[in-house]
C-alpha cells in the first residue's frame, strides 16, 4: 500500500512541475483577434493578458466613438475567449482529459 502511495505522488509532483512549465510557456504564447475587417487588432496571451491593441486609422471617426468602442470590446473578448481555449486545449493533453478544478 505505501509504495503505491509513493508512486502516485511522484506522479502528482511530476504533473505539477509539468504544470507550472505549462503555464510559463503558455504565457509566451499569444492569440489574436479581429474586428471590423482588421481595422482593430487585439492580441492576449495565455495568461489572459491582452498584450496589443492596434487601431488603424480608418476606424477612428469622431461622429462615432461608440463603433469604435464595440470594435474593440468584440476584438479583446474574442482574444480572450480564444487565450482561454488554448490554455484549456493545452491543459486537457497535459492531464489527459483528467479535470482538476481550481487549476483553470
Known amino acids: 500500500m505505501g509504495g503505491n502511495m509513493a508512486k502516485m505522488m511522484k506522479q502528482v509532483?511530476?504533473?505539477q512541475a509539468e504544470m507550472l512549465k505549462l503555464q510559463e510557456e503558455l504565457?509566451?504564447?499569444t492569440v489574436e483577434s479581429t474586428a471590423g475587417g482588421g481595422v482593430v487588432r487585439v492580441v492576449a496571451n495565455g495568461k489572459q493578458e491582452i498584450v496589443a491593441v492596434e487601431i488603424k486609422p480608418e476606424a477612428v471617426d469622431p461622429e462615432d466613438v461608440e463603433m469604435?468602442?464595440?470594435l474593440?470590446?468584440?476584438a479583446v473578448?474574442?482574444?480572450l475567449k480564444k487565450?482561454?481555449?488554448m490554455v484549456?486545449?493545452?491543459?486537457?493533453k497535459l492531464t489527459g482529459g483528467l479535470k482538476m478544478?481550481?487549476?483553470?
Open 13 to 15: 509532483q511530476k504533473m
Open 72 to 74: 474593440v470590446l468584440t
Open 77 to 79: 473578448n474574442g482574444a
Open 68 to 70: 469604435l468602442q464595440d
Open 83 to 85: 487565450a482561454q481555449e
Open 27 to 29: 504565457g509566451n504564447r
Open 88 to 92: 484549456s486545449e493545452e491543459m486537457s
Open 101 to 104: 478544478p481550481g487549476l483553470f
